[in-house]
């Protein structure tokens, strides 16, 4: 393993600490190896579970009129699946890699075993269901409540590792705007 990857695994763990000790992950992660994947892969997420070691990844999906729409992105150190655990259903939409990406895939069966014996885990998940669902519904509620300045900000301030790293073309369609009006807000902010 990379030293940067441990390095990376090792703040996942640090901050997840009160959750799991990271014997458990690293007993759970046992067998799994970390894949590079270049810029601008779509991933095969289906039944898989991953730890984001280094890049960035978007899900989007193509509205009614073909339009291309990000709906999250995704950094180093998270965990994500490209199904739910619970159910045999998939997720809606396609994850694309932004960056070239090292990504840790987890076993899936294994993880749902390590959710049964430690609740350590099982609460990392239900954390990680509450902040998903706290993320969306902020991200729903203000595309009504607030102007799209605010949205930027608030975007900004979710996000703050992303800023230069994704284009702001994907940050329009993430915030529901044209790009002419991001770059017209941004140009607004730096004057400021």
């Known amino acids: 393993m990379r030293e940067e990857d441990r390095k990376s695994i090792a703040q996942f763990l640090k901050k997840n600490e009160k959750y799991f000790p990271p014997e458990v992950f690293w007993k759970m ?3 799994c190896m970390i894949k590079e994947y270049a810029k601008k892969t779509l991933l095969n997420t289906e039944h898989r579970v991953f730890l984001l070691v280094s890049g960035i990844i978007r ?3 193509l509205d009614m009129e073909g339009n291309d729409v990000t709906h999250i992105f995704i950094s ?3 965990i994500y699946n490209g199904d739910f655990l619970t159910m045999e259903k998939t997720h809606t939409c396609e994850f694309e890699t932004l960056e070239t990406c090292r990504i840790l895939e987890l076993n899936r069966e294994r993880l749902m075993n390590y959710m049964k014996k430690e609740p ?3 609460l990392f998940y239900v954390n990680m269901l509450e902040n998903a669902i706290n993320l969306k519904n902020e991200k729903e509620t203000s595309s009504v409540t607030k ?3 605010e949205r930027y900000l608030a975007f900004r301030e979710n996000f703050p590792s992303l800023e230069g790293r994704v284009s702001q073309q994907l940050i329009a369609t993430y915030l529901g705007i044209a790009p002419q009006s991001l770059s017209r807000i941004r140009r607004t902010l ?3």
């Open 59 to 61: 899900g989007f999906y």
């Open 190 to 192: 730096k004057d400021i």
């Open 76 to 78: 180093e150190g998270s």
């Open 147 to 149: 102007s799209a300045t």
């Open 29 to 31: 992660a046992e067998g």
């Open 120 to 122: 350590g885990i099982l």
